[in-house]
């Protein structure tokens, strides 16, 4: 299935600038960072980012920052309703002419998956309710990372956190299913949501080109390997995110009003090629095969594929 | 000069200093005893008579969120709250006094559960005290009003840069209606110019990271103690700020008030609305012959030490009387006192800890007359009593009863 791309259709379109500057504190082959750093192309130098508590902190250290743009640090729960009050102040302060027009930002929360499904979930769902003008671009790598790598509720079934660790009673480590940020996002009728992969820098950036011609509130969910946290060499960082989406685990997909599209259909390798690169899924393997466990995950990934397939195409 | 003078509960006082300093955006949620607060400036906001946007948050803690983020953007912002309002904010409190963004917070001052209760004590604003906001106590409705538009000069001048609270007693003040002098635009416009920051605000064209990490204990430390030495600017400030109120509107502010001090041997140290029945009980007990006097403490946050010791220095006996309570402690404000005449040559004789007012309880006149006598009995001995809990015979069979009703089936 193909997807129209009215913007982006060759990589060498993509901006050459750079937003986010190299050399932060963030560690080697973080997938958070890449997805970030294509969508800031999207976005350009006029944005505000607002940054909750979590492994983007690092970002910027005193006295560095890698953005061209404006930053400010807010608390985990609260990175929506410090969106809503710049927000509100710069259109107050345009409307009052104490500030031009041409210096109006974009506004962008920037946040973990620990804020997002988590501590953030009630701000974030009230500032839908308002309509909030905002981009949140969520990075998710499946655990509280900055951390030390805990169970967070995008942890996956079957994998291992330093909290949901492998046990008689849990041999599978986390025995919970990922909760389901999209659709709880898609509940509240917010103008556009999107799932983003940094391996699919067109299909990314293309979405992020549609989410800028929308006012409202606008999510856009980057899967983002974590080398640390998930066990695999940085270098393999594009390869674990490549193989996400082609096994369906990581459907790339977008809502606009309200309505869904897959705007990439894979042909869907086994769960097992992606589970297999990774240190926190391998005790599914050894010592001794956990078939049932593996079983479960692929069921899941078949059980929502073909709910898309009955789908009318796009 | 003024306005005349009309009737107006502290909510409403609170709400007009708001107005008067013409905020551009008020955050709200709302919380008994404060909602008439943000209810009011959500109506004025409605029909235009306030040129702000006024936005209900989901929450105290987005709330005091965006109102950070609102001020660092370079707004004049306004909000309000109360009690476990102010607790759910807390988190925020520390990040946007680190932010360095003035903004005026109106505490509408309620007991902490549990219990849940409505009325007031000072446990709630004092818990913030260490946050980085610099905090005024008002005694009266005028005072709310007044000391808004002094929050705002001493928060928004570069010597400060901090958040301020503004403190008022729930119910006390809150619905109690005074007459309140409004001063003119005008004259306000004279003492507190419009809001044009040269240093905060997201532009385009002049980007800034606010907030940034620091890993590392020098960066933090020093930022930290940038914090301290803004507070401690923030005496001075405040005194130029009361000098030019006092010009234009002609009310006097200082760091603390003394009422009566002049010979009194024995002084009360009091706060906020009941300083003022502490103020009647030093005039009922002068009239009976007691040379006792009262120092209110108004600024609490910087600590004024200075004023303290001075307006302190040589009595023969200082009682403070806490409307809290540090379970495991006693009075906060006891400790803060007692801290700063600890090492001051002249220091009275004896220190006395008095905890009263819990829960909006009130303080009735024989228990001022109770604490004057256990004051004149302490300076003789030059020695303190306390932490003593105001608590009357008649308060203990009440409270009997209820425990042997709460114990029946």
Redo the contacts between chains.
Sequence with gaps: MTWPHETYSKIKQLPLEEQVLPGT?LCAGCGGLETLRLAAKVLG??V?F?NAAGCF??L???PF?P?????????M??????????R??????IA?R??PK????KVVVLAGDGTTYEMAL??T??AI??NLDFYYFCYDNEAYANTGVQLSSATPYGARTTTSPCSLQHPAGTVREKKDIFEIWRAHRPPYIATLSARYPLDLAEKLARASRIAGPKLLLALSPCPTGWGFDPFQTPEVARLAVETGLWPLKEAVQGEVTHTYVPKRRPVEDYLRLQERFRHLFEPTRQEAAIRHIQDRVDAYWSRVRAEPPR | MTMSGELLTGNLAAAWGARLAEVDYVPAFPITPQTEIVETLAGWCERGDLAARFVTMDSEHSMMTAAGAAAAAGARVFTATSSQGLLYAFEVLYTVAGWRVPLVLVNVSRALAAPITLESDHNDVLAARDSGFLQIHAETCQEVLDSILIAYRIAEDQRVCLPAIVNMDGFYLSFTREPVSRPEPDRVRAFLPPYRPSHLGFKASRPQALGVAVLNSVGYSHFRYQMHLAAMNALAVHQEAADDFARLFGRRYDLVDGYRLEDAEDVLVMSNAFATKGKAAVAAARARGRRVGLLRLRVIRPWPSAAITQALKGRRTVAVLDQNLAPGLGGILYQEVAATLGGEPDRPRALCSFVGGLGGRNIAEGEFEAIFARMAEAGERGRGVGPILLYTEEDRRQMDQWVTIAGNR
């Design positions: 504190s130098e006029k505000v607002v902190t690092l910027a250290v005193y920052t953005f061209h743009g404006s930053w400010l640090y807010t608390t729960g609260s990175a929506p309703a410090g969106a809503q009050g710049i509100d102040a710069l259109d107050v302060l009052k104490r500030l041409e210096e109006d930002l009630s701000a769902s009230a309710g308002r």
